[in-house]
């Protein structure tokens, strides 16, 4: 059973570009986090998405960012206009239920933006 | 504003040794506290989590100690290993909600280095 799988592992955009960052759960998951890591932080939550539902954004940006978690595929994140500061490693974690307790996270998407 | 306080920033100790990392909270609403461990180039896997309703948890060379009154509980390895040389990372979140626990309120994490 493979992990929870994120590409790219690293992304490097210029300012003003998009970008799009992949997450893929564990078989059988159908929850999954989104969290970003800023140099010498801990991780701070973005977004919690369902299958087709977003549940809490409340700790993404409200422009700029959105998320989604289609029937069929990969979880997506998405950064328009990227700036510098957006910079970070965004880590997806997964969940087989509500009440499971355990977050399986991937090894994240490295974004540089130039 | 950070919710989750985790000290000490970085730690090093000789093998064989004790590591005690400490964490404080502010939410009261608070009621799940795991533990991640996290490797570079890796992302953060679950370590040990306790629950406000023990006072102490141990898993093999893992204990969490748990204070309520002072907001407070810490991760202490036994018999450190150069292998637990990483990146650990308290957290706490509302677990009792269901839709919440999984929204982790992250410590700044520790850089523990174990000397061989």
């Known amino acids: 059973n493979a992990g929870v799988m994120q590409n790219p592992r690293h992304l490097v955009r210029r300012r003003g570009q998009e970008a799009r960052l992949r997450c893929s759960p564990m078989k059988g998951h159908s929850h999954v986090y989104w969290y970003r890591q800023l140099p010498e932080e801990g991780l701070k939550f973005m977004v919690y998405?369902?299958?087709?539902?977003?549940?809490?954004e409340s700790g993404m940006p409200k422009e700029r960012f959105s998320a989604e978690f289609p029937k069929e595929g990969p979880s997506i994140l998405r950064i328009q206009q990227v700036v510098r500061g957006d910079s970070a490693a965004y880590f997806c974690a997964s969940s087989p239920r509500t009440t499971s307790e355990k977050l399986f996270f991937g090894s994240g998407t490295q974004l540089s933006v130039l | 504003q950070q919710q989750v306080k985790q000290s000490p920033q970085s730690l090093i100790v000789q093998k064989g040794g004790i590591s005690i990392i400490n964490c404080a909270y502010e939410n009261t609403a608070f009621d799940y506290f795991p533990w991640y461990q996290q490797f570079p180039g890796k992302g953060p896997a679950l370590l040990i989590a306790?629950?406000?309703?023990?006072s102490e948890k141990k898993e093999g060379r893992f204990t969490i100690s748990f204070n309520k009154s002072a907001k407070q509980f810490s991760l202490h390895i036994m018999d450190s290993q150069p292998g637990d040389s990483a990146t650990y990372f308290c957290?706490?979140?509302?677990?009792?909600?269901?839709?919440?626990?999984?929204?982790?309120?992250f410590g700044a994490g520790t850089q523990v280095v174990v000397t061989p």
């Open positions: 306790i629950r406000p309703d023990v």
């Open positions: 998405l369902q299958k087709e539902n977003i549940i809490d």
């Open positions: 957290a706490a979140s509302r677990g009792r909600t269901t839709d919440s626990w999984g929204k982790l309120q």
